[in-house]
C-alpha cells in the first residue's frame, strides 16, 4: 500500500503486530517473503495486547491522525484503508 501512494511518503506509518509467532525473527521472515517491506513488524503476547489495548480479535487494526487521537479502532472489514488515510491526510474526519 505504501509502495503505490508515494504522496505518503513521511507522513503514514503502517505497524503491524503479531500475536501469533514465538520470536522476532520468524516474523521478519515472514513480512519478507510477502514483501511487506514498508511495514513495521512488532511481537507482542497476545494477553498483553488484548487486555491493554482491548483487542477483541485479529485481524484489528487501529488508525491514528495527525493529532495523536485514536480515530478508528477494530476489524478493518467495512474499511477503505486506503481512503481513511488520505481523509485523516487532509485533515477531514472518519463518518
Avoid at 503514514?12 to 517473503?33: E, L, T
Avoid at 498483553?48 to 477494530?74: A, E, R, S
Wanted: aromatic share 8%; glycine share 8%.
Amino acid at each position: 500500500m505504501l509502495a503505490k501512494n508515494k504522496d505518503w511518503a513521511g507522513k503514514v506509518r503502517i505497524v503491524g503486530v503479531s500475536i501469533d509467532w514465538n520470536d522476532p525473527a520468524s516474523v521478519a521472515d515472514h513480512c519478507n517473503k510477502a514483501g511487506w517491506t514498508s511495514v513495521e513488524h512488532y511481537v507482542a503476547q497476545k494477553k498483553c495486547l488484548m487486555t491493554d489495548f482491548d483487542v477483541k480479535g485479529v485481524p484489528h487494526i487501529m488508525l491514528i491522525d495527525k493529532d495523536g487521537n485514536v480515530v478508528f479502532k477494530g476489524h478493518p472489514y467495512h474499511l477503505d484503508l486506503e481512503a481513511a488515510i488520505n481523509k485523516l491526510l487532509c485533515g477531514e474526519k472518519l463518518a
